[in-house]
């Protein structure tokens, strides 16, 4: 990714209805998204000047601002004519997209009930989320000390801001200690999804995956599901204990961002990236590039 700081960009990005200059696609510093949370959002890949999925990201993203128990104010259809013009205004054609949409500035109390609901959208040039040269050899995972929270504390089908503070923390500290991410755990000790990612665990021709019942049920990870069926694997959602980790030969995260990246090992626990890992990022990457 290149290292220009987001808000030093150059091309357009998508506000209310317009394009406008990247530098002036701002908001009040008591907007109500910034101090209570009220924001959503998606992450979506451009692959050739295609979004990957992109009905799929719409229709999570309104129904991430129904939970969030707020309405956004234009037709998907509006949303994504905008994205894919968005991406030839700024000439992105293997990318990301970020549509954000949160409550404005009208109220600063916990109550926003008549707070404006705005809605961007921007894009930008990103190539793969962890060094493809290291892909293989697979990235290093800490368990997090943060869990992820019961279901009935928070509408964790939101992709929502909110839901990533923990995530955030735990990502730094796994980095401070010389990782590359966090494997977190749900709120009853059970293997969960790292910090923006979901985990598969390979045995065999079968992979092991945890019930998505407090995190989400990710789209790249929808997608390996299928994926398993074409190439013959075994999928299956079950629970998965820390004490279960050293009994699995591979190990990888899916994730829009992350794509299909291998683990080499969380905390003592060693994994070998090999034929699973390799199956199912040629498979993904040829379903992305179709």
């Known amino acids: 990714m290149s290292g220009i700081p987001f808000d030093q960009r150059e091309g357009v990005i998508w506000l209310d209805g317009e394009f406008v200059e990247w530098s002036q696609a701002q908001l009040h510093v008591l907007t109500h998204g910034l101090h209570y949370a009220s924001t959503v959002y998606e992450g979506e890949r451009v692959y050739n000047g295609k979004i990957f999925k992109l009905r799929e ?4 993203l309104y129904r991430s601002a129904q939970l969030m128990d707020f309405v956004i104010p234009y037709e998907l259809e509006e949303l994504e004519a905008a994205s894919l013009e968005l991406l030839q205004r700024n000439k992105v054609k293997d990318g990301y ?5 949160w409550r404005g500035s009208e109220m600063i109390s916990t109550s926003a009930r008549f707070n404006r609901v705005h809605l961007a959208i921007a894009c930008w040039q990103w190539p793969s989320y962890f060094d493809p040269a290291a892909r293989m050899t697979g990235i290093r995972l800490k368990t997090a000390s943060w869990r992820r ?4 504390s928070s509408p964790f089908e939101a992709k929502a801001s909110g839901h990533y503070q923990i995530a955030t923390l735990s990502k730094h500290d796994a980095e401070n200690s010389g990782y590359h991410d966090a494997l977190m755990l749900d709120w009853r000790g059970q293997v969960a999804e790292a910090t923006s990612a979901n985990v598969f665990f390979i045995k065999g021709r079968t992979l092991h995956t945890p019930l998505p ?3 989400l049920n990710g789209i790249t990870r929808q997608t390996v599901t299928e994926l398993a069926k074409a190439l013959d694997y075994q999928v299956v959602e079950r629970t998965i204990w820390p004490t279960e980790l050293g009994d699995f030969d591979e190990c990888f995260l899916t994730g829009t961002a992350a794509e299909i990246t291998p683990v080499q090992s969380i905390d003592e626990w ?3 990236p090999g034929d699973a890992c390799r199956d199912f990022i040629a ?3 040829s379903t992305v590039n179709a």
Not at 149 to 152: C, D, E, H, L, T
């Open 57 to 60: 990201h719409s229709e999570r």
């Open 97 to 101: 997209v970020r549509p954000v949409a």
């Open 149 to 152: 929270p019961p279901p009935n």
């Open 213 to 215: 019942d407090c995190f």
């Open 270 to 272: 060693r994994y070998v």
């Open 283 to 285: 498979a993904y990457t």
